[in-house]
């Protein structure tokens, strides 16, 4: 591997005109101890080309988009075909019934869906359209799940389900904070306790049904079952974040997998094969607070735009082939076989979470089931870990939180290099 001279002199120059040199602090090294991000050029298949013409099979996927590998050739015909018949139109088009319908099949508890342009936004607004809906102020999420960057998912874990939170970022008024109540995740007692506690105050629960944000973590079994009853019970409405993992593990979303069903779902990364996308839906009653049809305000001038739909549509019509799960699923299987010899091996503190084609190596050595657990992942062995990684060609999230991506492009061959660089790393690492 070459030296990365460019990215530095890049990185440099940034520091002078974008903020920190990075437009998501999430693409810093910050969490790994610092140090000069990586800058691409391109990307193609599973493979990332840096500035100085360095090679990288890579598993961030831009943390989750890119399932089909990078510019995929349908995907990039789609998007050029929609920029030629104009990038914005501002009236409804036949592409956003179209891409509506697609999405409802796949996910049927998508009664009624609106486009939005991120995460974030259609996070946001399943809160508004849920206390508009209910009448009712407060929210309950998990601690270590991130659901976007809003006011009131930026919110900390208080100590007990009578603690509100506390802010998670400046900005973010006290005021906020304590409309959220925040319980562990697979803790349906303490969930169970903090709504007995907010009675008639909790307009939602909000969940990432399987979680990505704090490495891969599964819902224990029941616990998913048990979050849509107490919370129904409550008289409050169960929201999804699937921005992650609709469309990670399956032709749908993982309430398709696990077979539960959420009031709302809020939706991005995937959907949008790499174009800014952001989607929510549920239950059509629900649905109706949203303007034109009901009180609760969301608009957008990029929504539903032709590129994002048509990205979006190609992107989904690629997922339907036969077999591309199971292959994604094989494939994370023998990564995850080929990481935990090595960590066998050389005696590493560590464990894996995998599902199908996603998984998080944790720096410690027990089974992770919630954030505290991932929380005690060590950090100079991920940062170590990580330098070594990208020093052999394998891109992963600079962040001990996140996942590795599996896309349609990695090859057996790319699994046998991971595997390979891991263990050398690895062995570099041992007690
Ligand atoms: N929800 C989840 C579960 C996420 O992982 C993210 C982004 N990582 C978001 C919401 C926010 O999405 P966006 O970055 O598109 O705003």
New binding site residues.
């Given amino acids: 591997m070459k030296e990365r001279i460019e990215s530095e002199a890049l990185y440099n120059e940034a520091k002078n005109i974008i903020l920190g040199g990075v437009n998501s602090p999430s693409r810093s090294f910050k969490g790994v101890g610092g140090g000069t991000p990586v800058f691409m050029k391109n990307g193609k298949g599973a493979y990332l080309y840096d500035e100085d013409g360095n090679k990288y099979i890579d598993y961030l996927a831009a ?1 989750g988009p890119i399932i089909t590998g990078h510019g995929h050739p349908a995907i990039t015909q789609a998007i050029t075909e929609a920029a030629e018949n104009g990038t914005l139109i501002g009236t409804p088009t036949k592409l956003e019934n179209q891409f509506g319908n697609l999405l409802r099949d796949a996910i049927p508890s998508l009664e009624r869906v609106r486009f939005v342009n ?3 936004e259609a ?1 946001m607004t399943t809160i508004r359209v849920a206390r508009a809906y209910t009448g009712r102020n407060k929210i309950i999420k998990f601690e270590g799940c ?3 960057h809003s006011d009131l998912v930026l919110v900390a874990a208080g100590s007990g389900p009578s603690t509100l939170g506390s802010p998670d970022s400046a900005g973010v008024t006290k005021n906020i904070a304590e409309e959220v109540v925040t319980v562990p995740f697979n803790d349906l007692e303490s969930l169970q306790a903090a709504l007995d506690y907010w009675k008639d105050e909790i307009a939602a629960v909000m969940v ?1 049904p399987i979680v ?2 704090f490495g891969m973590v599964m819902p224990e079994p029941g616990f998913l079952e048990g979050v849509n009853d107490l919370t129904h019970q409550a008289g409050a409405l169960v929201i999804y ?1 699937e ?2 993992t609709a469309f990670r593990f399956m032709y749908g979303g993982a309430q398709n997998l696990l077979g539960v069903t959420p009031d709302m779902t809020a939706l ?2 995937i959907i949008g094969g790499g174009l800014p996308i ?1 989607a929510y839906g549920g239950r059509q009653d629900i649905m109706e607070e949203v303007a034109p049809m009901g009180p609760a305000y969301q608009a957008g001038t990029m929504s539903g735009n032709p590129a994002s739909m048509s990205s979006g549509i190609a992107c989904l019509e690629l997922l339907k082939q036969p077999g591309l799960y199971d292959n994604l699923d094989h494939l994370g299987e023998k990564l995850e076989k080929g990481l935990q010899e090595a960590i066998d091996q050389y005696n590493i503190p560590a464990s894996i979470n995998r599902i199908k084609g996603a998984l998080t190596l944790y720096f410690t050595p027990d089974k992770v089931k919630n954030y505290q657990d991932a929380k005690k992942g060590n950090d100079v062995l991920f940062s170590a870990f990580f330098k070594g990684m990208l020093d052999k060609g394998i891109h992963l999230a600079p962040s001990k939180y996140e996942a590795w991506f599996l896309t349609t492009a990695h090859t057996e061959a790319d699994i046998d290099a991971t595997i390979k660089a891991a263990k050398e790393v690895l062995a570099s690492l041992a007690p």
């Fill in positions: 943390y991120s995460g974030t996070v991130y659901h976007g990432e990505g944000n974040d921005v992650i991005g990364k952001g």
